[in-house]
């Protein structure tokens, strides 16, 4: 069984900066691909980022350059580094683990104040 619980949400300024983490409960976190989705008010969900268990991250074209996906294995926790905020990027974020099925944390609030 897999618990995602993320945290480092809130309300930034546009232009500042935040880092999402989401801790890990479970087994095998090592070699567990991870992702981050967002969900903006009104909008459908959306992929953000991923990142596999050797570290090789992907990101959706609309983000590159201002997220940074990583992870500690020793902490079992991923992180998402989002610079240079944008009131688009106002949204739920949403760590995920994947395995034969995709397990979702419950979301942490980001809210950019323009």
């Known amino acids: 069984q897999v618990q995602l619980v993320e945290s480092g949400g809130g309300l930034v300024q546009a232009g500042g900066s935040v880092r999402l983490s989401c801790e890990f409960s479970?087994?095998?976190?090592?070699?567990?691909?991870m992702g981050w989705f967002r969900q903006p008010p009104g909008k459908q969900r959306e992929l953000v980022a991923t990142?596999?268990?050797?570290?090789?991250?992907n990101y959706v074209d609309s983000v590159k350059g201002r997220f940074t996906i990583s992870r500690d294995n020793a902490k079992n926790t991923v992180y998402l580094q989002i610079n240079n905020l944008r009131p688009e990027d106002t949204a739920v974020y949403y760590c995920?683990?994947?395995?034969?099925?995709?397990?979702w944390g419950r979301g942490t609030q980001v809210t950019v104040d323009s």
């Open positions: 479970g087994s095998a976190f090592s070699i567990t691909t």
């Open positions: 990142i596999a268990g050797g570290g090789s991250a």
């Open positions: 995920t683990a994947e395995r034969r099925m995709r397990y």
